[in-house]
């Protein structure tokens, strides 16, 4: 996420704040489940499908195409 917000710092993309926003909330599950899953609460199935859900279909295929026409 640190790498894509820089890239969309240097092309002045309009809605980075809200953008970085929604990367801490993607980073802050993340790590709750990982700590769930380490605790014996959450199964490793229900980090596969954060990630799968959340972080792929979700983050990388919704809220990422928004700034795509800014880099292409």
Do not use: I, M, P, T
Request: aromatic letters at 10%.
């Amino acid at each position: 996420f640190h790498c894509e917000e820089a890239l969309l710092r240097s092309f002045d993309y309009r809605h980075l704040d809200e953008h970085a926003l929604a990367h801490a909330a993607v980073l802050r599950r993340a790590l709750q489940l990982k700590r769930e899953v380490d605790a014996g609460r959450a199964s490793l199935h229900a980090l596969v499908d954060f990630v799968a859900n959340d972080v792929v279909a979700r983050h990388l295929l919704l809220a990422d195409r928004e700034w795509f026409a800014y880099v292409g």
